[in-house]
């Protein structure tokens, strides 16, 4: 029965941005004041809930939009190089308005057959002061690159 309801939790931190699933069932949490969103062929421009209340408070959600309509617009297999210039173009903009946003890629699996996951988090610079997901590593490399 606990099985159940962790489940249900833990859909729901997905639903809403505060966690995102990096393959086999390993959940990447964020605290308050951060949230993400995988990057996916099929994205929707509504941001999860999270995420929503992190633009919405901090007057960024134009940008979101423009960021994801271009993110959208990359083709599908867009390199990371591509995907960081393309998160990297909007970084100021986000700054500005109080987050931080961070490109995240994790590796699932063996090397022939490994999944990799990509995925954005959004930081409010107050709320989550100093925040840094996991996994985080330099720019040029891969991982969870600082934006």
Not at 17 to 23: H, K, L, N, S
Request: net charge neutral; with cysteine; charged share 25%.
């Amino acid at each position: 029965m606990g099985g159940a309801c962790a489940g249900g939790q833990n859909k729901s931190l997905l639903d809403q941005g505060r966690a995102i699933d990096v393959g086999t069932g390993t959940l990447v949490k964020f605290p308050d004041g951060a949230a993400g969103l995988l990057l996916q062929p099929d994205m929707k421009p509504t941001a999860p809930a999270a995420v929503s209340e992190i633009l919405q408070a901090n007057k960024a959600e134009h940008t979101y939009k423009e960021m994801i309509n271009e993110l959208k617009s990359a083709p599908k297999d867009a390199d990371d190089a591509n995907l960081k210039k393309i998160v990297y173009k909007y970084k100021q903009s986000f700054k500005k308005a109080n987050i931080d946003t961070f490109l995240c890629k994790v590796s699932q699996g063996k090397e022939e057959k490994s999944q990799v996951i990509k995925y954005l988090v959004f930081a409010d610079t107050v709320k989550a002061k100093n925040y840094t997901p996991e996994n985080v590593e330099e720019e040029s490399s891969s991982g969870c690159t600082a934006m």
